[in-house]
T-cell receptor, first 114, second 120 residues
Framework: LAKTTQPISMDSYEGQEVNITCSHN???????ITWYQQFPSQGPRFIIQ???TKVTNEVASLFIPADRKSSTLSLPRVSLSDTAVYYC???????????????FGKGTHLIIQP | GAVVSQHPSWVICKSGTSVKIECRSL??????MFWYRQFPKQSLMLMAT?????????EQGVEKDKFLINHASLTLSTLTVTSAHPEDSSFYIC????????????????FGPGTRLTVL
């Protein structure tokens, strides 16, 4: 499975755009890039997933360059409630369907200040 | 999105006792559920894959006789920590995938709120 590397922590302020970059140099053709968010003492929550180029949903954007060796999660106009740990994952497509457990790295602890 | 619940949300027990944690998919059927463990300030670690009607698959290093998993129905998986010791104190989280949800997202997992286990 692709190993992902992200900054341990980041700080920002309310109203700012936050970009968290994840490195996945050994990503394989069948790997998708997926981000989860986790608040203290809660289970993770899916944020966004992409394969290449740009994906946008109601909470975030995900930028993936052509070589797919890295990706950037972009959170527009963050608020205090965005303080959480953000995990970058690269789950692999399994032929024939089914599902596999997820491999979480250390994640990025994002702290938003007033 | 699909909802996964866990019960209890926290439990304190004495060393040597067994503790059962339930994971339920509330509005969908889950043939496969996953159990994770998370120690303070650390990441989630996959413990096992729970399959409805068959034996669970454990990750390397996880003792199957200590962490008993039963997936007796399409909406319920249970994790029993047998003869719990203080080192088993952790945050246990389950997840499931809703195969009936045509979201176009590969392997999207819905996580429960977690169960905090403290062994005295």
């Amino acid at each position: 499975l692709a190993k992902t590397t992200q900054p341990i922590s980041m700080d920002s302020y309310e109203g700012q755009e936050v970009n968290i970059t994840c490195s996945h140099n050994n990503i394989a053709t069948n790997d998708y890039i997926t981000w989860y968010q986790q608040f203290p003492s809660q289970g993770p929550r899916f944020i966004i997933q992409g394969y290449k180029t740009k994906v946008t949903n109601e909470v975030a954007s995900l930028f993936i360059p052509a070589d797919r060796k890295s990706s950037t999660l972009s959170l527009p106009r963050v608020s205090l409630s965005d303080t959480a740990v953000y995990y970058c994952l690269a789950p692999r497509i399994r032929s024939g369907g089914g599902a596999d457990g997820l491999t979480f790295g250390k994640g990025t602890h994002l702290i938003i200040q007033p | 999105g699909a909802v996964v619940s866990q019960h209890p949300s926290w439990v304190i027990c004495k060393s040597g006792t067994s503790v059962k944690i339930e994971c339920r998919s509330l509005d969908f059927q889950a043939t496969t559920m996953f159990w994770y463990r998370q120690f303070p300030k650390q990441s989630l670690m996959l413990m096992a894959t729970s399959n409805e009607g068959s034996k669970a698959t454990y990750e390397q290093g996880v003792e199957k006789d200590k962490f008993l998993i039963n997936h007796a129905s399409l909406t319920l998986s249970t994790l029993t920590v047998t003869s719990a010791h203080p080192e088993d104190s952790s945050f246990y989280i389950c997840s499931a995938r809703d195969f009936g949800l045509a979201s176009g997202i590969y392997n999207e997992q819905f996580f429960g709120p977690g169960t905090r286990l403290t062994v005295l």
